[in-house]
Each structure stands twice: as C-alpha cells, then as structure tokens.
C-alpha cells in the first residue's frame, strides 16, 4: 500500500470579491448569511400527533450546505412538515462550507454548533472516529438518504474536442502528456477531500485508465478559485454538482463530460445524519424529522410541485439564486457542451423519494458499504480502515436504517418499505460490480487503487 498524509481538518476561504451566485452553486459553497427571519411560502399546518408518539424535544439545529441535497429538508421546514409532526422548533442553519458544518457538529449546538443536517458520505463515519476531527469522537447516526444523482464532471473549454466523455479512455494520452506539452499536470478539484465528490471523479479517472493521484494534480479547491481557473485555462476539471452543470454551459466556462447519472445510475448521494447522543435523547423526536423529511421527498418528487421547489429554494433565504439556474435540473434537462447530446429526462436529474431501482430516502448499508470500501482503495484513512471486518462494524453503528423503517411504519408507508439492507449488486458504466456481500472482490477487480 502506497504511504499516503492522513486527511486531517482542512479549512477552505471563501474568496473575496466572488460573485454572491457564484460563491453558493458549488459543493462545499460558501453561503450566504442567513437571515434571521425565514421567507416562509406557505404558514406551519400542524397535524395531530397521538400523544404516545410526542417528540421528546421541539428543537434541534440542522445545519445545510445550499445545493439541491438540501431541498427535502428545506421543504419539510417551508410547507409545515416538521410543524405536522411537532417539531417546531426545527432551525436550518446554512453553513460556509463542508469543513464549517464538521466543525459546527463537532462542538454541538450546545456549544453554538448543530445536531447534525446534510453529509456527504462517508463523513458520518469518519467523524465518529475520529479520523477527521483531530481524533475526537463524536458518534453520528445516519437516517435517511436525501436524494440521488445531481452531479456531474465539469471540464474546461480548453479541452473541447479532446475525446473528454463519459469513456476517457481515448483521451488517456492527451491527459498524462500534458506535463510534457504544458509544462504542468492536467489538473482536476473537488470541494472537500475523501467524500462524495472526489470518489465520483477519481472512479471517472480511473475507469479511464488514468491514476488520479499520479497521472494528475487533483486537489481540494475553494469553489471561487475552481471556477476562475476554469475559466483561464488553468484549471482542467471538477467534480460538481446541480445546478452548476447548467451554469458551467450556459455561461461558457466550459461542457459537461458527464453526469454521474451516467457513471452509476441512482447512485447514493447525500444524507441526513445526527449526533448519536441527540438521537438516543429523543427517539420520537428523530422518527418525527424522519416523518416530515419523507413526506416532503414525496412532495419534491412530484414533476407538478418542481417549479415550487425552485422558487422555495431559490429564495433569498436558501440558495439565493435566479430560479431559473434550478429549473433546467429539476427538469431533468442538462445541456452537456462539446457536442453531446442533450439530457431531457425527468430520472437523469436529482431524485428524492424513489427512483427505478428503489427507494431513495432508505439509507441502504450496502451504500455506506461501498463508500468505505472505496475510501480503502484509495488509501485513505488507512491506519482506522484496515480490514472489512472493521468497515462492517463501522456501518453497523453508524447506519440506523431501523429508524427509517420504524418511522416509515408510523406514517403508514410500509409499502415503501425496502426488503433488505442491501439494494444488490451496483453496475458501473465500465463494467465494474460491486456486490456488497463480497467487497474484497470489488477491490480486485480493479486496476487502479493503492492496495
């Protein structure tokens, strides 16, 4: 196994002077302010709630980064849904940045910080054991998926014409030659290291045969200095999501050589998880949440309420955007650049209650399972991750699908209810399988890794 620096606490800067549209289309974006008075669309409609099942506490501090995995729990405060089940006194706090909200979980809302909110994954995991937190432990649970897709490879103008799709194979030589004829490595970002984003462009890399951490620079990048850099050559690719894609064509930055729809269909994306010690407090509290957020993944997956979506999560208190950035991907249209064609697909877009393979909102463990397995391919965290034994455990204390079916079974949907915790065996668009029950054979399967 290559040596590799253990990831420890990583602080990005928002860079001053970006463009406030700029600075919260990306992951890990730097937010606005929020305001202290929410724009509130519709007003609270609480439900009855039978007293055997009234939240042990109204309150808890979710923190949100502004992208569209945040929008079911934006929704659920938006339309009353947390109200309906007694939670009233929800706060959605936007944070900076990925590092922001680690470090606000981290010290707890008691200590001015949040019980938890929206996670690229493995985050939950890691911050439980301390792997990148400075080695203190903070036990997080995960609850619920928030949706799948929205993501995509961002590739700039430069490289137009170059063979940059889906498949990079073909453009493996121009890629690893760059050094020569540029004088630099091609050079590719992502927003926060080891979690979702970087294992979406380092498996693009990858399957393309080319080694993302020999062949290329890929680094961890403020979102305003990826955007510029694209913009003057002197960055080459980025790992990012919805709605940037839309922004990344239409302004002319750059194309689209992917979405991450195309490179696993209904993949897992983000998630909601919570401090293990809030949790245990209030078990009817988190079933309450539960509730609310699936009942407004239902609502958002309606094609009919997608314009309200935009508008509620365009506003000024929540994304601060033009609603019309949100709407191509909320309509499933992505233009792609470069000439290729065009998505108009309601499923190639961000999804949040069920898609053609399943359930979304359901927190299968054999996802968490992938997401670790992948961390060991890569090195990452290896002196914690050593074995599957070891990532088994760490699914199993971090991963409480059992909620999600006891709060779907209290809010009568049983028949969403998935059979196992496993959705199978996962297809890559490279041929590559991951089956859940056998890990180790994944890892095998595939060329480049570092171990």
């Not at 079911?72 to 309906?84: D, H, N, R, S, V």
């Not at 961002?154 to 490289?159: C, E, N, R, V, Y």
């Not at 951490?213 to 790992?239: H, K, W």
């Amino acid at each position: 196994m290559s040596d590799f620096a253990h990831i420890t606490r990583r602080k990005f800067l928002a860079t001053a002077g970006a463009s406030a549209a700029v600075a919260v289309l990306l992951k890990g974006c730097v937010g606005n302010p929020p305001s202290a008075t929410p724009e509130a669309t519709t007003a609270p409609v609480p439900g009855p709630v039978a007293a055997g099942d009234t939240p042990e506490t109204p309150t808890i501090k979710l923190g949100y980064i502004p992208i569209v995995e945040s929008a079911a729990m934006i929704i659920a405060q938006e339309k009353g849904l947390f109200a309906k089940y007694g939670m009233t006194g929800v706060e959605l706090s936007k944070q900076a940045n990925w590092a922001s909200a680690r470090d606000n979980v981290t010290i707890g809302s008691g200590g001015g910080g949040i019980d938890g909110g929206q996670w690229q994954m493995p985050m939950p995991h890691l911050i439980s054991e301390g792997i990148i937190t400075n080695g203190q432990k903070v036990p997080m649970y995960v609850l619920a998926q928030l949706n799948t897709q929205g993501n995509g490879i961002a590739i700039s103008g430069l490289h137009a014409g170059k063979g940059l799709g889906k498949d990079i194979s073909s453009a493996a030589d121009y890629i690893k030659g760059f050094q020569a004829n540029q004088g630099r490595k091609f050079k590719a970002a992502h927003t926060f290291p080891n979690v979702n984003q970087d294992f979406w462009i380092r498996y693009w890399f990858a399957a393309g045969g080319i080694d993302p951490d020999t062949d290329i620079d890929l680094l961890a990048v403020p979102p305003a200095e990826t955007v510029q850099g694209m913009r003057n050559g002197t960055m080459d690719a980025f790992s990012t999501g919805d709605p940037w894609p839309y922004r990344i064509v239409a302004d002319n930055i750059g194309f689209m050589a992917t979405l991450t729809h195309e490179i696993w269909p209904f993949h897992p994306e983000e998630y909601l998880a919570i401090r293990a010690d809030w949790v245990d407090a209030n078990p009817k509290a988190t079933k309450a949440l539960l509730k609310a957020i699936m009942e407004a993944q239902q609502w958002i997956d309606n094609p009919a309420n997608r314009a309200e979506v935009v508008k509620i999560c365009s506003g000024r208190n929540y994304f601060n955007i033009a609603p019309e950035i949100l709407t191509p991907p909320y309509e499933g249209k992505y233009t792609m650049g470069d000439g290729k064609a065009a998505f108009d697909d309601f499923n190639a877009g961000p999804l949040y209650w069920k898609d053609p393979k399943g359930s979304v909102s359901y927190p299968y463990k054999s996802h968490d399972t992938w997401f670790l397995t992948e961390s060991m391919r890569w090195g990452f965290h290896k002196d914690q991750l050593t074995d599957f034994d070891t990532v088994q455990r760490l699914v199993d204390a971090v991963n409480r699908e059992d909620l999600w079916r006891e709060a779907a079974t209290e809010a009568g949907l049983t028949a969403d209810i998935p059979a196992n915790t496993s959705r199978g065996i996962e297809t890559f668009f490279d041929g590559i399988k991951f089956d859940p029950a056998n890990p180790e054979a994944y890892l095998k399967s595939l060329t480049i890794k570092r171990v």
